[in-house]
């Protein structure tokens, strides 16, 4: 009797997959079938050549955290142990319009002359890892291609079902918008918290050494969960945008303008963990950044009951940089307007007004040359990938409760001091 040491997740034939094949073009999509119907080769196969042989690795995980961990480490074990005339790229599996059912992986693309070393590379992943591999074979006349997920025999790979690889239409959503609600943006204290908990659990009961000892440390800080206060005694103003478009300059000028009381997002209490955390993967990063708006909120309460309160970023940044790096693909990828994705999470204080500084691209790369600050790699994203910068000013707009009022940062900075004084004293009553 076969031993599979990787199941095949739920419905696994009626999963759709998505290749993506340079991050900027839409994905191209595929089904599989247990019975062939004559259907056209999908779009990703079209142009495999003869001698190139394809694959897909999956990270399965009932764990979300290992899941995270693992999908983060696989791209480098594919660099390091692949044969050069390997290609690969991201690739997802999902149930269509099915919320969490997203698996992460990639799409391999081998044109080496013999495919042992590759499928070594693949039979020492699946025995160490959680990974699931296919194997996807062309048929005698060229057009006809099947899907065959591997299993295990004691140390020798064979493969299993065999599925008909068959065209789909894109779905309603881009895939990855399917995991995002308390993955990639967090909309409660209890899910960001968990997430980091979990680390720190792992650290006093293995002593682990590739687990995040940091992260008991963060705990610390947020021991308890910080109480909602949706309406402040005194106003909060909360200054969004691009980096460079003024905001230092601005939340400075207001303070001393409003007497008001200046915190700034992410907390400075979580400045000596932030580098160890920009190096794990999404899902343990943004619980880290989300727990630090809580923090934020928590300065905000207290200080809002004595005076008006200004803040250099919030949610919205954090919400509006990781939904534009976990949708690939054009602005339109975006989930549509309206979309819960961007609406405020229940618990977390709201701000009374929220202003996001826009400036022309241009002006924006200028003023960053002078500056000579080090960046996040999402911040360096934004000065090379035009794409990633116009996705993360749309998802600015489209959050909502509250809304973000947008104000042109190119004038003089005392008349976007100006401008903005009026929106506070129209909508703040200050």
């Not at 042989?53 to 990270?59: A, D, K, M, N, T």
């Not at 905001?247 to 009381?261: D, F, Q």
């Not at 309460?301 to 693909?329: F, K, L």
């Not at 229940?346 to 003023?367: A, I």
Request: with cysteine; proline share 7%.
């Amino acid at each position: 009797m076969a031993r599979r040491i990787m199941s095949l997740p739920r419905l696994w034939s009626s999963r759709v997959f998505s290749v993506e094949p340079d991050g900027r073009s839409a994905p191209l999509y595929f089904a599989i079938q247990e019975k062939h119907r004559g259907e056209e080769v999908p779009r990703v196969f079209s142009n495999v050549q003869t001698r190139e042989r394809c694959y897909s690795l999956f990270v399965c995980s009932s764990d979300r955290i290992q899941r995270a961990k693992f999908y983060g480490e696989l791209r480098d074990k594919l660099l390091k142990g692949l044969p050069p005339e390997c290609d690969f790229m991201p690739m997802f599996s999902f149930l269509p319009n099915v919320k969490d059912s997203l698996i992460k992986g990639y799409f391999v693309k081998d044109t080496s002359e013999c495919s042992i070393p590759t499928e070594r590379v693949f039979s020492d992943l699946m025995q160490s890892d959680p990974v699931l591999v296919c194997s996807y074979s062309r048929g005698e006349d060229g057009r006809l291609w099947t899907q065959q997920p591997w299993y295990a025999e004691s140390q020798r790979m064979e493969m299993s079902e065999e599925y008909y690889v068959v065209p789909t239409e894109a779905p309603d959503y881009h895939p990855s918008t399917l995991n995002i609600i308390n993955s990639d943006v967090f909309y409660s204290f209890e899910e960001a918290y968990e997430v980091l908990q979990k680390q720190s659990d792992k650290v006093s009961v293995l002593q682990c050494g590739d687990i995040i000892p940091e992260s008991k440390a963060v705990l610390e800080l947020v021991s308890q969960r910080p109480e909602a206060r949706h309406k402040p005694d005194f106003p909060v103003i909360v200054i969004e945008g691009l980096d460079a478009t003024g905001k230092t300059t601005l939340t400075e000028s207001l303070r001393e303008t409003l007497g008001a009381a200046l915190l700034r997002s992410p907390p400075q209490c979580l400045s000596p963990w932030r580098a160890r955390f920009d190096r794990e993967p999404p899902l343990i990063r943004r619980a880290f950044y989300a727990l630090g708006n809580y923090i934020t909120a928590e300065q905000i309460g207290q200080e809002a009951m004595q005076t008006p309160v200004i803040v250099d970023r919030y949610w919205h940044s954090t919400a509006a940089y990781a939904i534009a790096t976990a949708v690939s693909g054009p602005v339109c990828s975006l989930p549509s307007e309206g979309s819960e994705v961007y609406c405020w999470p229940g618990d977390l204080l709201q701000p009374s007004l929220v202003v996001l500084l826009t400036l022309d691209p241009e002006e924006r790369k200028r003023r960053l040359r002078g500056r000579g600050q080090g960046k996040t790699d999402e911040e360096e994203e934004l000065d090379h990938n035009q794409l990633f910068r116009l996705k993360v000013e749309e998802a600015y707009r489209r959050i909502s409760g509250p809304a973000c009022v947008t104000v042109d940062a190119s004038p003089s900075a005392d008349q976007v001091l100006q401008q903005v004084l009026l929106l506070i004293r129209s909508k703040c009553h200050l």
